[in-house]
């Protein structure tokens, strides 16, 4: 059965595939790098439960003259006509805040704009992380030290002290949102309750940083041109970014989905604490307020998938 509140139909999409087909053609950017923009295809993927959700995105490679892929394009659906435009504006913020070379990480479109109300940005075309098993232990041995750097440099140069601004009572809510969780294990709720005591007992004090949000291995790309043992990543989908955001819950995310060893986790968690002046048993702490934002936040999210995540990060932490 079709969610109609929450899809769209996407019989809607032709028209404006075909309006912003007439725009990019007359533009000088997309002359110079000879795009072939009549042959190029939009793709929203794969229907989540037969439909479509109105967060969905069309996706699609152009090519060059010489049939080359050469950019990468992503257009809003006709409902969610600004998400594209919001993607663009959160990876502006963010980058706005990083000092030079950190911000060369954050992909940002060399054109955008919208089409019929519909926003939409193509980018050089980075290249996904290696499928292959062998090269991918080369390519996790090389980018994972690199990653932790940059994480912990982002979160050195954007932290903002919470107790100073009065945001106490939004981590205290987060935390509450996570205790009240039916599905959650004792553990995790008593976790979370000794956070909120550590917080009002002053000995956690807990900072805002840069945060992505959603930063595993599919958001981490190879930059235009490079082989696959390049020491250079770029980080992509900026969406749910929050300038703001929670700290930790990027460097859980990424230790995950690299699975990194325990001994370099740790180390990385505790560059995290020294920065942060807290313990490493803050960082659960960090991490809980964090999937409690995200719990008061879920919209198109599914709740059952929202309380999997959650729970495997949880479990993570606890080993690292």
Request: charged fraction near 20%; charge should be positive.
């Amino acid at each position: 059965m079709t969610n109609t509140e929450n899809s769209f139909d996407p019989t809607r999409f032709p028209p404006v595939l075909e309006a912003l087909k007439q725009s990019l053609a007359g533009m000088e950017e997309i002359r110079q790098r000879k795009l072939a923009i009549d042959n190029m295809v939009l793709d929203p993927g794969p229907m989540k439960n037969n439909y479509y959700p109105i967060d969905v995105t069309y996706k699609g490679i152009i090519a060059d003259k010489n049939n080359t892929p050469a950019a990468f394009i992503l257009c809003a659906n006709p409902i969610g006509k600004t998400l594209v435009k919001d993607n663009v504006e959160k990876a502006r913020s963010a980058r706005s805040l990083l000092q030079s070379p950190h911000d060369q990480v954050i992909v940002l479109p060399f054109v955008h704009g919208e089409v019929l109300g519909v926003s939409w940005a193509i980018y050089d075309l980075n290249t996904p992380l290696t499928a292959n098993r062998w090269m991918w232990q080369v390519q996790k041995r090389l980018l994972t030290p690199m990653v932790g750097k940059w994480l912990t440099d982002v979160v050195k140069q954007t932290r903002h002290p919470m107790c100073a601004t009065g945001q106490s009572v939004a981590v205290i809510s987060a935390l509450q949102t996570v205790c009240r969780e039916k599905k959650f294990p004792k553990e995790m709720i008593q976790s979370a309750e000794n956070a909120m005591e550590a917080l009002s007992s002053g000995a956690w004090c807990p900072f805002t940083s840069l945060a992505h949000n959603d930063l595993w291995r599919g958001n981490i790309m190879r930059p235009p041109k490079t082989g696959v043992t390049a020491c250079q990543f770029r980080i992509i989908d900026w969406a749910g970014a929050d300038t703001r955001g929670i700290p930790f819950f990027d460097l859980f995310k990424f230790l995950q989905s690299f699975t990194v060893p325990r001994s370099q986790g740790k180390k990385m968690i505790q560059a995290h604490c020294d920065i942060l002046e807290c313990r490493p048993v803050d960082a659960t702490a960090y991490l809980l307020t964090a999937l409690g934002v995200l719990g008061q936040n879920l919209n198109q999210f599914p709740h059952h998938a929202y309380v999997n995540l959650a729970k495997g990060l949880y479990a993570f932490s606890q080993t690292h």
